[in-house]
Structure formats: structure tokens, C-alpha cells
């Protein structure tokens, strides 16, 4: 079930016309019961997975917090990690390793014929390990309070606006609003419906649209020059950005209607000017939770063995930096996906966020107050860097990384024929999101629409239900982050 789908308006209108009509203990067991619906309906065989992990991070959370003896309580938390990891692991990483191993000893002159299983990726894993894993770690830090209630513990894993594709909540926001009675807004209507809308255009007449444009150029068996590798990675950028911030936006429309606030999960990523700051305003919560789980710790591991000034000259803390930053966005690569591509990916924008922090030196500048030149050419250069990034990212294999890469540096061919069927289409669907974003960025304000006058703000929303509507791809196509 994808939200732009019937199927999905269906539900959701039935879940909300009962949701509205029930106390808050019922409520809870509604949104438990439809999140479970929402997970069983793309495959049932999956859902003893999501309780599973439910029920035994519960219990850890509970144990954990019940102990004051550190060797019981870190015994918990290894438990409940080595749970989820190797969950994951084995269902998202068996093939990737199982198929490596086996070309490893082709290489080196070993013929292994072995059984190998073709494990299917259940939907969402990565987002909702994540979420329990964040959970139990912070129980066993003190920072938050274990959760009392299965039923609440189980929504607060399950909610289906955030289930799939995120945002990856933490419980010091989800958890709260679950346990409490919730009141409905008119000012939560209101900004929930605009999201939904926002969010479908940026899905069904952006991201879908450019869908067939970027998929045609990245074939296997397509053989691109260097200007429709350009056009086609550019148009990708808007893809993947109207797809995965579309889903966040009607995720927290849909929240927001039932009287739970999600958390941002974009913020004019394109606007940037640094890889800090793009990594700062793009997927959010996945920033978040690798520094707060993986970057810091890191760093802390190493600050402990390491003191004064370090190799080249460079003091040590720029090493824990790096190695930190290498290993968190390697690692943050293969969480996206377990193929090559994306392993080289995480290591480009680890390269990048450790060469700009050599760059500036850790400095901040405050860019608004830049002459509107320097300020342009940066988000260009940045935009440019992080196009390239998308590359490495769509790409299907290493070789077709290379192939493209050498095209658009030594095969760069300008043709009439790309500017018409690749141009013209991405400038059509991409500028009014450029136009819409552009302003937001412009006034720092996300919610810019709501503060314009009245038939302003209809006058918007109506131009963005009729594009949906006489230009937008309605055959339900899936979210890309669905596969991660």
C-alpha cells in the first residue's frame, strides 16, 4: 500500500473518520491494529519480524532500565542490538556478502559451487531497527524513560505515516504524544492538508514524471553520452528529492491530521553551500541518528587513544574527525543499499565532508550575509559535488559509474535531440518545485505559503492541485526509500 494510491486514500479515510470517534486508549489500539494492516499489506510474512522486534526491544528497555548493575544492563543492550543486527543484516547483506565470497574465490582460482539463499528484503527494516535501536540505547543512557505500555510501545515502532520510509523518529518525540491524550488542531488540519498536497506534487508531478527520463538513461543497455549523463543526473536530483521528501511531507501531513507531530525531515538541501550543511538539511533524522549513535561514539573511542599532534603534522583531533567521518558515512553508504555503488557513495561524501572541513577549517560562515555572488557560486559548486554523488548512487553497477563518468569528460557532445527530450522535460517538471523552494530558501521559512494572504495561499494550492491533476502520474509507482 503506497500513499498515492486508492487503496491507501481508502484506508486512511476510514482509520481517521473512527480515529476521530474513539477515547485515547482506543485510539492507540486503532493506530496499532492499521499500522499492522499497513505493514501486512505489502507482506504479511513480514510482520512477525516488526513484532518481534517490538517485543524484545520492550523487554530489554524494560530490564535495562530496571538494573543498576552495568554488566546486566550492557548484557541487555548487546542483546537487543545483536537482535536487530543481525536481523538486518541477514536479510539486507546475506546476498551481498554470499555473492562476493563466491566471486573472492573465483578471483582467486577456487571454484565453490555452495548454496546460496535469495533472501528477500522486507520493507522498512532499516527504518524501524533503527528506531528500536535508537530506543534502547537511550534507555540504557538514562536519557529518556522506558516505555510501560506494549500497546503504546508497539505504536510508537509501528506508526504507519513513518513505518516505511521514515522519518526515524525517537521516542523522546514519538513515544510522548503516544502515551498522551491528543487534541486535533484546526492549525494542524490545516498545515496536515497542505503537506499531503505538497507532497503528492512533489511525488506524483515531479518525481514520477522524471522517473522514466532517468531510468531510460540508466539502463543496462543504454550507452549515453557525456549531455545526457548530465541531464539524466540532474534530473535524478530532482527525482529523489520530490520522491523521499514527498513521502516525509504527506507522512507528516497524515500525522499531523491525527494530532501527532513528526519530526523535519528536509530542509533546502540544494541550498547548500558545505556537505555539513547539506548533510544537515538532508534526510534529517538519518543525519541525526549516525552522529548520535555511530559519529560521536566513534569519535569518543578514539580521543581515547590518541593525544597531541598526529600524522603529516595534522593534530590528532583532525584524524578522529576523519576516521570518524569515513567510517560512519561508509557505513551510512551501505545502510542505503547493499551493492558497491553505494559503498563508493558513502566514501565520496565522507571524502567530501573531510576535505571541506580541512577547507574551512571548521568554520562556520554565516552565508545570508555573503555578497549574493559569493553565496551563489557556493550552493552551485555544492549542487554540482552532490549531482555527482547521485550519480554513484543510481548508478547499477562500478562499470556503469566509469563509463558514465568518462562520457561527460571526454564524450560531452551538445545535440539538439537531448536538449528537446531530456531538457525540455526537466525544466518543465523540476521548476516550479526550483520556484516554490527558492522562496522558502529565500525567506527561511518552510511554512512561507501560510503566511501569504488568503487567496494567495489558495491560489498556490490550487495551481499545484491542477498540475497534480491533468500532468500527474497516477499509476501508484513506489517510493525509491521503500527499498532501502
Known amino acids: 500500500m503506497v500513499f498515492n494510491s486508492v487503496h491507501f486514500v481508502v484506508f486512511f479515510a476510514a482509520v481517521y473518520a473512527l480515529y476521530r470517534l474513539l477515547p ?27 513484532l518481534a522486534s517490538t517485543v524484545v526491544d520492550f523487554f530489554c528497555g524494560r530490564y535495562i532500565a530496571a538494573r543498576e548493575a552495568p554488566r546486566q544492563r550492557k548484557a541487555a543492550l548487546i542483546l537487543s542490538l545483536a537482535f536487530n543486527l543481525s536481523m538486518l543484516g541477514f536479510f539486507k547483506y546475506f546476498n551481498f556478502f554470499a555473492d562476493n565470497l563466491h566471486a573472492l574465490f573465483g578471483v582467486c582460482g577456487f571454484r565453490v559451487d555452495f548454496f546460496t539463499l535469495r533472501v528477500l528484503l522486507p520493507i522498512g527494516i532499516s ?52 502515551s498522551k491524550p491528543r487534541i486535533i488542531m484546526s492549525s494542524q488540519v490545516a498545515e496536515g492538508l497542505w503537506l499531503i498536497l505538497y507532497g503528492f506534487f ?72 558545505t556537505p555539513q550543511e547539506f548533510w544537515a538539511n538532508w534526510h534529517m533524522s538519518l543525519s541525526a541518528w549516525l552522529r548520535d549513535y555511530l559519529f560521536l561514539p566513534l569519535s569518543y573511542a578514539f580521543s581515547k587513544r590518541l593525544d597531541g599532534v598526529g600524522w603529516l603534522g595534522l593534530r ?40 571541506f572541513k580541512v577547507a574551512t577549517g571548521g568554520r562556520r560562515k554565516r552565508r545570508r550575509r555573503s555578497h549574493p555572488v559569493v553565496v551563489g557560486l557556493g550552493i552551485a559548486g555544492m549542487f554540482a559535488l552532490t549531482c555527482y554523488g547521485w550519480l554513484l548512487f543510481r548508478a547499477e553497477s562500478v562499470a556503469q559509474i566509469a563509463s558514465m563518468t568518462k562520457a561527460i569528460f571526454t564524450g560531452f557532445d551538445p545535440n539538439m535531440v537531448a536538449l528537446t527530450t531530456m531538457g525540455l522535460p526537466l525544466v518543465g517538471y523540476g521548476a516550479p518545485l526550483a520556484l516554490l523552494q527558492a522562496i522558502e530558501w529565500k525567506t527561511d521559512n518552510l511554512d512561507v505559503v501560510f503566511r501569504w494572504p488568503a487567496p494567495l495561499r489558495w491560489a498556490v494550492a490550487g495551481v499545484l492541485a491542477y498540475l497534480i491533476v491533468l500532468f500527474g502520474n497516477f499509476e501508484g509507482s513506489k517510493f525509491i526509500y521503500f527499498q532501502f
Open 127 to 178: 527504518f524501524y531497527t533503527f528506531i528500536t535501536m535508537s530506543y534502547v540505547i537511550d534507555v540504557y543512557r538514562r536519557t529518556i524513560e522506558p516505555a510501560r505500555d506494549l500497546v503504546e510501545f508497539g505504536v510508537f515502532v509501528a506508526y504507519f505515516p513513518h513505518l516505511v520510509a521514515g522519518p526515524i523518529l525517537r521516542a523522546s518525540l514519538l513515544l510522548v504524544q503516544v
Open 24 to 50: 485515547h486508549r482506543g485510539q492507540n489500539w486503532l493506530l496499532l491494529v492499521a499500522s499492522y494492516y499497513f505493514y501486512a499489506s505489502w507482506d504479511w510474512r513480514f510482520l512477525g519480524l516488526l
Open 202 to 273: 512533489k511525488k506524483m508531478f515531479v518525481a514520477d514524471n522524471l522517473a522514466p527520463l532517468v531510468n531510460a538513461t540508466f539502463a543496462g543497455s543504454a550507452h549515453p553520452g557525456g549531455l545526457e549523463v548530465v541531464l539524466a543526473v540532474l534530473a535524478f536530483a530532482f527525482q529523489i528529492y520530490g520522491d523521499f521528501s514527498g513521502y516525509s511531507d504527506i507522512a507528516r501531513g497524515t500525522s499531523k491530521l491525527l494530532g501527532i507531530e513528526l519530526n523535519l525531515n528536509f530542509r533546502f538541501p540544494y541550498f547548500a553551500a
Open 316 to 355: 590528532d583531533d583532525f584524524w578522529i574527525y576523519a576516521s570518524a567521518t569515513m567510517i560512519t558515512m561508509l557505513l551510512g553508504g551501505l545502510w542505503h543499499g547493499a551493492a558497491w555503488t553505494f559503498v563508493l557513495w558513502g566514501a565520496y561524501q565522507g571524502l567530501l565532508l573531510v576535505v
